[in-house]
């Protein structure tokens, strides 16, 4: 079972709002999607966040596992994501946090190949 902020996280994304997303993170905070440039401080991060959400119609997270050990969270995910063109596809990723004192994140990443999200229909 997942973590409260686990949950709260994932909720967040789900909802596809990106401003609540970014409050989880520290001002300094950043975040990295994939093989994307970084992202730094709550502003980008909810930028950038939009953005991809525009690309997509809808995803959810499942967590299929997850490991908590001090300031520092691995969550292991199946995420379905459903495309523009209707069809949806689900993918595994990892996420990996790690919250400063005040616990909110300072780094993030997210593990995930997004290739069959934006594969071609066929």
Known sequence: MATDLTTRVFTAVDARDAKAFSEFFAGDGRLVFGNGEPMAGAH??????????TTISGLRHQVVNEWVTGPD???EL???YDRLDGRSVTVPAVSIWHLDTDDLI???RIYIDLAPV???ST
């Open 73 to 75: 969270t691995v969550v």
């Open 44 to 53: 980008a991060i909810a930028e950038g966040v939009g953005q991809f959400f």
């Open 118 to 120: 934006y594969a071609p």
């Open 106 to 108: 300072d780094d993030y």
């Open 78 to 80: 199946k995420v379905t």
